[in-house]
Every structure is written in C-alpha cells, then in structure tokens.
C-alpha cells in the first residue's frame, strides 16, 4: 500500500468520515480552504486507481465508498514511517518525542498502563 499525499489524505478522511457518498458530500465536510470541486473528483479518481475507493454508477454520477479501513492505512502507515525512520523501533520513536519534549512523563505513564492492561 503506498504512501497517501497529503491532498489524497485529506480527500480520504473525508470519504473515511462520510463512507459511501458522492464528490460534493466529501466536499462539504472538508476544512477551508476547500479544493475546487474538480480538483477533488480528480483526486478522488486517482483514490479509486491506487485501490483506496470504489465507486458505484449511479444515474449521471458515481458514488464512491472506502475500499480500505482508516485503522488499516493508519497501521500501515505507521509500521512503513516506524521501519524508515526508526530502524522498525518503536522505542527509538518514543525516545525521539521524549527528547523532543512532545510527550510528557504523565502521557509515558499512561502508554505503559496500556502497555500492561491492554483492553481485549
């Protein structure tokens, strides 16, 4: 599964968030500055090709529907950005926002607890 640019990711929260829905639907639930409605078809298009969306006919337009999970990409994602960036170690990620100072001692104790009691 490749990488999503950010104007296919952004076109994909949208389908994620709306499911099966027509162009002007994904459209309206984008932030400002919106992309023209055609930019947006085009890009949705590309999503169908890559295997992201399908679409169904319907009358003149199509409908489109996530053809992938958003929890699926996400993990994906991560794994590939975890296994490019921090030689497939998550404590080496962890560390790196620790030094950073992104993420707190209360945060790190609370990954730990879901470390330990994971929720079935």
């Known amino acids: 599964m490749e990488k ?10 949208a389908v994620w968030q709306f499911g099966k829905g027509f162009i002007k639907d994904f459209l309206d639930l ?13 890009t949705v298009k590309n999503l169908e090709r890559k295997g992201f969306v ?7 337009s199509f409908r489109y529907a996530p053809a992938i999970l958003e ?4 993990k994906k994602f991560m ?5 490019d960036y921090f030689q497939n170690s998550y404590k080496d990620l962890v560390t790196f926002f620790a030094n950073d100072k992104k993420i707190s001692a209360s945060e790190l104790k609370e990954i730990i607890k879901l470390i330990e009691n994971p929720k079935s």
């Open 4 to 13: 999503l640019s950010k104007q296919e990711e952004d076109a994909m929260q």
């Open 54 to 60: 399908e679409s169904e006919k319907m009358g003149n």
């Open 30 to 42: 984008m932030e400002e500055p919106k992309p023209p409605y055609t930019t947006l078809a085009s």
């Open 71 to 74: 929890e699926d990409y996400k």
């Open 79 to 83: 794994n590939g950005f975890v296994n």
